[in-house]
């Protein structure tokens, strides 16, 4: 009987053990969301930003006079290259993901060229695996054949954070030039400002 009474005892106490644990446990909760809606979920540099960055800047670039002179001169769609952008704020910004933005609006526009300059090794390698006798002679791909760009496109993220009490501003600004890569003259150059409102209420940022 004693041994029955402290086997119940147990049980009760590791029972009650375990629907504590599971009532401390904290909830999960998940949904998709539209990827195309903005959204603000905190203080920095997001998904939309680039986006919208990516698409102002290209409208702007592919609209002014150097792409009408530079077809009626040469009867050809310019080749373009997209460098790396400089990242001049103080917080971490994806900039691949911008500069993938810029690529795609660039690309399905139809009006440039568009070269892959950041595969060229791995396409160097693979050019000289099918002609190292290994493939059909009938689907081998030649060297010297690649195509130079014309111009050279880039730029930088520069902010301005203005905070006071739970208010605080942030301006981003994403300056770009395209440079003809022969005469090294800039072609173009255009500059897109975001800027954001945050509030915070019962402290300060």
């Known amino acids: 009987m004693l041994k029955s009474n402290f086997f119940i ?10 629907l504590g644990l599971v009532a401390c446990a904290p909830s999960f909760q ?19 930003d680039a986006r919208k960055t990516a698409q102002t800047i290209v409208n702007s670039v592919l609209t002014k006079p ?26 971490h910004i994806d900039t691949k993901a911008l500069s993938e933005f810029i690529r795609d609006e660039l690309i ?9 300059n950041k595969r060229r090794k791995q396409i160097l390698e693979e050019i000289k695996y099918q002609n190292s006798g290994t493939t059909a ?3 081998r791909k030649s060297a010297g054949k ?16 203005h905070s ?8 981003y600004q994403t300056a770009m030039t395209l440079t003809n890569l022969e005469t090294t003259e800039i072609s173009w150059s255009g500059k897109e400002l975001i800027k954001k409102r945050f509030k915070r209420s ?3 940022w």
């Open 9 to 18: 005892r147990n049980f009760v106490s590791l029972s009650a053990l375990t």
């Open 108 to 116: 399905n526009s139809g009006k440039v060229r568009y070269l892959n």
């Open 137 to 139: 002679a009938n689907t």
């Open 202 to 204: 019962g402290s300060s």
């Open 164 to 171: 006071q009490g739970g208010l605080k501003t942030v301006t």
């Open 66 to 91: 150097w792409l009408v002179e530079y077809r009626a001169r040469t009867k050809k769609r310019p080749v373009v290259i997209v460098d790396d952008i400089e990242n001049r704020t103080d917080e």
């Open 146 to 161: 690649q195509i130079g760009a014309d111009f050279l496109f880039g730029g930088a993220i520069s902010s301005s954070v």
């Open 30 to 48: 998940g949904n998709y969301s539209d990827p195309a809606k903005a959204e603000i979920v905190d203080d920095k540099w997001n998904e939309t």
